[in-house]
C-alpha cells in the first residue's frame, strides 16, 4: 500500500490477495517463480511509460478504495464481530487488529525465505547491466569499499564472491609503491562490462564452482545452493563476449603466482603495475590485512581502493593489533578449520541429483574461463564471439 500511495508500481507473487489489493498498479509472477519475478522488474525498469501508468492507477486506488477514510468503516465492523462486543469502544480496534495481523512463525519464515530468493534472483539479473545497477552502487557503495569503477579507475579487479578478490587486491596494492586506484569487490559484471567498455585494464578472477559455491554458503547460510549456481554461472556468462577486454586469472595461480597474472595484465595492456613477490615477509603482511578487514577500518578500506599509502595502512594494522578486535568466524576472509568444516557438512548437499544439470552449467563455464586464462589476445576475441551463441543457450536453463 506504501509503493501505491507514492504512485511506485511494483512486482508481487501473484496472490489473490494481492491482486485484490493492488488491481493494476502490480505486475504478477507466477507464485513462487523467482526467475518470472526477475523478468517483470526488468521489464518495468525498461519501461518509464508503464511504470508512471501502474503507478498512477495505484494511487487512484489507495485515494479511491484503500485509504482509511473509506475502509474504517467495514473494518471496524469485522473487529467488532471477532469480539463480540459490537458496540466495543474504538481503541480496542488496535489490539484486534495486531492479533489479526499476526501470522504463525512458520508462515513468516517462509516468506521471508521466498522473499530473499527472489532478492538474489533480481540482483543477479540486475548486476549484468551497466547501466541499471552501476548508478545504484554509486549511491549504496559510496566507499572507500567496495569501489564502482569510474573516470580515475586505474585497473578492474573483480569476480565472482569468495574467488581471492580481497588476496589479489592487498597483493596488487602492497607491491605498488604508490596506490592504484583499483575498482574491485562489487562482485557484479556490470563492473567488468563497464570497464572493458571504458578501455580500462581489468582483471576477472575465478575459483571452481565447488569450492566458491560451499565457501559462499558458509558465509552466507541462508542463501540457497540451487541459487548459488545459477549467480555463479550467470556471472561469467554474461562476461564471455567482452572476454578480449580482460584477463582471467584462477584461484589456484592467483594465491600462489599472483606475480604471472599481474605480468599478464602488463602484457595485455601496456601497464607496469609491480608483480607481487611472495615471499613469507610478503604474505604474512597481506595474510594479516585479510584477517583484520573485518574491523572495517576506513584507513584499511581506502587502502584497498588505492586512497591510502603502504606507510598509512601499516601504521593502521599496527593500531589494529593493539586493539585485538576478534571476528565472527562468517565474517573472515582467512580460510580456518571451522570453516572447512562447514564446507565439508555441505558436501552432501552438493551431490544432490536435482542440482545435476546446474553443477554441468557451472563446471562448463568455470572450464571456458581457465581456457581463456592460458590464451592469446587473437584467441580470445574468436572464442567470445564463439562463446555468445553457447552463453544464451547456457544461460536460458534452469539452475
Given at each position: 500500500m506504501e509503493y501505491m500511495a507514492f504512485a511506485l508500481p511494483f512486482v508481487a507473487f501473484d496472490l489473490?490477495?494481492?491482486?485484490?489489493?493492488?488491481?493494476?498498479?502490480?505486475?504478477?509472477?507466477?507464485?513462487?517463480?523467482?526467475?518470472?519475478f526477475a523478468d517483470l522488474l526488468d521489464d518495468l525498469l525498461n519501461d518509464g511509460e508503464l511504470r508512471a501508468q501502474m503507478g498512477q492507477?495505484?494511487?487512484?486506488?489507495?485515494?479511491?478504495?484503500?485509504?482509511?477514510?473509506?475502509?474504517?468503516?467495514?473494518?471496524?465492523?469485522?473487529?467488532?464481530?471477532?469480539?463480540?462486543?459490537?458496540?466495543?469502544?474504538?481503541?480496542?480496534?488496535?489490539?484486534a487488529a495486531r492479533v489479526a495481523a499476526t501470522a504463525p512463525a512458520p508462515v513468516r519464515d517462509?516468506?521471508?525465505?521466498?522473499?530473499?530468493?527472489?532478492?538474489?534472483?533480481?540482483?543477479?539479473?540486475?548486476?549484468?547491466?551497466?547501466?541499471?545497477?552501476?548508478?545504484?552502487?554509486?549511491?549504496?557503495?559510496?566507499?572507500?569499499?567496495?569501489?564502482?569503477?569510474?573516470?580515475?579507475?586505474?585497473?578492474?579487479?573483480?569476480a565472482y564472491t569468495r574467488c581471492a578478490t580481497t588476496f589479489a587486491v592487498y597483493a596488487l596494492q602492497l607491491a605498488q609503491e604508490?596506490?592504484?586506484r583499483l575498482a574491485h569487490h562489487l562482485h557484479a559484471p556490470a563492473q567488468v562490462i563497464e570497464a572493458v567498455r571504458r578501455g580500462i585494464p581489468a582483471l576477472v578472477l575465478i575459483r571452481e564452482p565447488r569450492a566458491t559455491i560451499l565457501s559462499q554458503l558458509?558465509?552466507?547460510?541462508?542463501?540457497?545452493?540451487?541459487?548459488?549456481?545459477?549467480?555463479?554461472?550467470?556471472?561469467?556468462?554474461?562476461?564471455?563476449?567482452?572476454?578480449?577486454?580482460?584477463?582471467?586469472g584462477e584461484f589456484a595461480e592467483v594465491t600462489?603466482?599472483?606475480?604471472?597474472?599481474?605480468?599478464?595484465?602488463?602484457?595485455?595492456?601496456?601497464?607496469?603495475?609491480?608483480?607481487?613477490?611472495?615471499?613469507?615477509e610478503n604474505l604474512r603482511e597481506c595474510f594479516a590485512l585479510i584477517e583484520s578487514r573485518g574491523a572495517l577500518s576506513p584507513v584499511q578500506l581506502g587502502f584497498e581502493s588505492g586512497l591510502v599509502s603502504r606507510e598509512e595502512v601499516r601504521a593502521e594494522l599496527e593500531r589494529l593489533r593493539h586493539r585485538r578486535a576478534t571476528l565472527d568466524t562468517k565474517e573472515a576472509w582467512m580460510p580456518s578449520e571451522q570453516r572447512q568444516a562447514a564446507k565439508e557438512a555441505l558436501a552432501e548437499r552438493w551431490q544432490q541429483p536435482q542440482l545435476a544439470s546446474a553443477r554441468e552449467r557451472a563446471r562448463r563455464i568455470y572450464t571456458i574461463?581457465?581456457?581463456?586464462?592460458?590464451?592469446?589476445?587473437?584467441?580470445?576475441?574468436?572464442?567470445?564471439?564463439?562463446?555468445?551463441?553457447?552463453?544464451?543457450?547456457?544461460?536460458s536453463g534452469q539452475p
Open positions: 489473490p490477495e494481492t491482486r485484490q489489493l493492488a488491481g493494476e498498479a502490480a505486475a504478477y509472477a507466477p507464485r513462487g517463480d523467482v526467475d518470472a492507477a495505484g494511487r487512484r486506488r489507495v485515494e479511491e478504495t484503500i485509504a482509511w477514510e473509506n475502509q474504517e468503516g467495514p473494518y471496524l465492523t469485522i473487529y467488532r464481530r471477532l469480539l463480540g462486543t459490537p458496540d466495543a469502544p474504538r481503541q480496542s480496534v488496535g489490539v517462509t516468506l521471508s525465505h521466498t522473499r530473499a530468493r527472489a532478492r538474489l534472483r533480481v540482483r543477479t539479473r540486475l548486476a549484468e547491466s551497466p547501466r541499471l545497477y552501476l548508478p545504484f552502487a554509486r549511491r549504496k557503495y559510496p566507499g572507500p569499499s567496495p569501489q564502482v569503477v569510474g573516470a580515475d579507475t586505474e585497473l578492474l579487479i573483480e604508490r596506490p592504484v558458509v558465509r552466507e547460510p541462508n542463501v540457497v545452493m540451487a541459487d548459488a549456481l545459477y549467480a555463479y554461472a550467470r556471472f561469467y556468462e554474461s562476461l564471455l563476449p567482452y572476454a578480449e577486454g580482460f584477463v582471467v600462489n603466482d599472483f606475480a604471472a597474472v599481474v605480468r599478464r595484465v602488463n602484457q595485455r595492456f601496456g601497464t607496469d603495475f609491480v608483480p607481487f613477490v611472495a615471499t613469507e574461463f581457465v581456457q581463456l586464462s592460458a590464451r592469446s589476445d587473437g584467441d580470445r576475441a574468436q572464442w567470445s564471439a564463439r562463446s555468445d551463441g553457447d552463453r544464451t543457450q547456457g544461460s
